[in-house]
T-cell receptor
């Protein structure tokens, strides 16, 4: 079965500084990978996804992530964060070409410091 | 264009009472998921349906929990009897296709139902 590990439960970062949120996955087959964002008191919404093709994926709000198959990672990055990026970020995985459930990591809470 | 609609948004009840949470998925979506979110356990998949049929209910914590999807536009999650440890935010999500060759792979979440059991 596949699994997702988000290594940091909380990440504090100063406004306008770069940030990286880490995600590692485990699966015996090829996977699709996602990052979702949850703003306070809201449901999750898709930030970006990797299905195939280029390993560097760009999403909304200036975020990007890189799929690294050898390291089984899918880290999320942003070169300069804004106070509005304060949210919880979830990495998720599902098996490729299978009608299968999507497994979410435990989430990383991003705190933007003024 | 309406998204996933959940009701109620907030529910406060006493231990032992029956709780029913409702979900209307996006029209045309053929997958529906129920998740539970708590600080301790994060986001847990409880059950999901494909074309109104339950596919995997292995995440349902115990027999006190049940979920139904009588038609393509409505699903319920019921807890009977409720206990304080059931306090959480319950999310419903829907998807057109999950991970097939033409899938977008995207889940659309409702705003959640915050349940407090006293």
């Amino acid at each position: 079965a596949q699994s997702v590990t988000q290594l940091d439960s909380q990440v504090p970062v100063f406004e306008e500084a770069p940030v990286e949120l880490r995600c590692n996955y485990s699966s015996s087959v090829s996977v699709y990978l996602f990052w979702y964002v949850q703003y306070p008191n809201q449901g999750l919404q898709l930030l970006l996804k990797y299905l195939s093709g280029s390993t560097l994926v760009k999403g909304i709000n200036g975020f990007e992530a890189e799929f690294n198959k050898s390291q089984t990672s899918f880290h999320l990055r942003k070169p300069s964060v804004h106070i509005s990026d304060t949210a919880e970020y979830f990495c998720a995985v599902t098996r490729m070409n299978r009608d299968d459930k999507i497994i979410f990591g435990k989430g990383t809470r991003l705190h933007i410091l003024p | 264009d309406a998204g996933v609609i959940q009701s109620p948004r907030h529910e406060v009840t006493e231990m032992g009472q029956e709780v029913t949470l409702r979900c209307k998925p996006i029209s045309g979506h053929d997958y529906l998921f129920w998740y539970r979110q708590t600080m301790m356990r994060g986001l847990e998949l409880l059950i999901y349906f494909n074309n109104n049929v339950p596919i995997d209910d292995s995440g349902m914590p115990e027999d006190r929990f049940s979920a139904k999807m009588p038609n393509a536009s409505f699903s319920t999650l019921k807890i009977q009897p409720s206990e304080p440890r059931d306090s959480a935010v319950y999310f419903c999500a829907s998807s057109l296709l999950l991970a097939g060759p033409v899938s977008t792979g995207e889940l659309f979440f409702g705003e959640g139902s915050r349940l407090t059991v006293l």
